[in-house]
């Protein structure tokens, strides 16, 4: 579990995260809760893992390559 301060925590429950280290919190959050919402089982642990890396996928297929390929646009590439 990422430590944040009481004041972070209270700000997060109203707001988004603004670093890393709040998003972690945040996230880690979500987790725990869906965790202890059900019997505690291997299908349980195997549908929060599944949901993380198809989180970070779709993320990293619509958010990450368009930004990296405007970059490299920009910039040119580095091979």
């Known amino acids: 579990m990422p430590y944040i301060t009481a ?27 869906y965790w ?15 949901a993380l890396e198809g989180a970070k996928a779709e993320f990293q297929r619509r958010v990450v390559v368009p930004y990296e390929t405007q970059k490299l646009l920009e910039n040119s590439d580095v091979y």
Not at 15 to 20: C, H, I, K, L
Not at 37 to 50: C, F, H, M, S, T
Request: no cysteine.
């Open 7 to 33: 004041v972070q925590r209270h700000f997060l429950e109203r707001s988004s995260p603004s670093n890393a280290g709040e998003l972690n919190y945040a996230i880690t959050k979500l987790l725990v809760a």
């Open 36 to 50: 202890n919402a059900e019997p505690k089982k291997y299908q349980r642990l195997n549908d929060i893992v599944g």
